[in-house]
């Protein structure tokens, strides 16, 4: 690991915690305009969040949240700040990274 993904790392667990930003709509923003987590809700359903990669790859991470679509996430606390996502993401393209989501903290997988 490079100094730069190992600040980067750091920052994510550590540093500001990311928070949950609510957009009406069944679809995130195309445009994420910050590290936090964008989550696009309608008619008081979750139906995705969308965020860019935390290990800094600069790509864009959409999750799923209806539970009868397959794989889907939970959100949990969504009515806190700071959100917690279950289960693990691990990205099986580009970066592979794998890490959690807790209460706006990054916890990766793999040192
Ligand atoms: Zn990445």
Redesign the pocket.
């Known amino acids: 690991m490079n100094i730069r993904s190992f600040i980067i790392r750091a920052w994510n667990r550590y540093g500001i915690r990311r928070q949950l930003i609510i957009n009406s709509g069944d679809t995130p923003p195309s445009n994420l305009k910050s590290r936090n987590l964008y989550l696009a809700q309608e008619d008081e359903e979750n139906w995705a969040v969308a965020f860019n990669?935390p290990?800094?790859?600069g790509?864009r991470i959409e999750l799923q949240l209806l539970p009868e679509l397959s794989p889907n996430w939970q959100l949990i606390n969504e009515r806190k700040k700071y959100p917690t996502l279950h289960p693990s993401i691990w990205?099986k393209n580009?970066?592979k990274?794998h890490f959690w989501i807790k209460r706006g903290h990054v916890h990766w997988c793999k040192p």
């Open positions: 990669c290990c800094g790859c790509d990205r580009g970066c990274s």
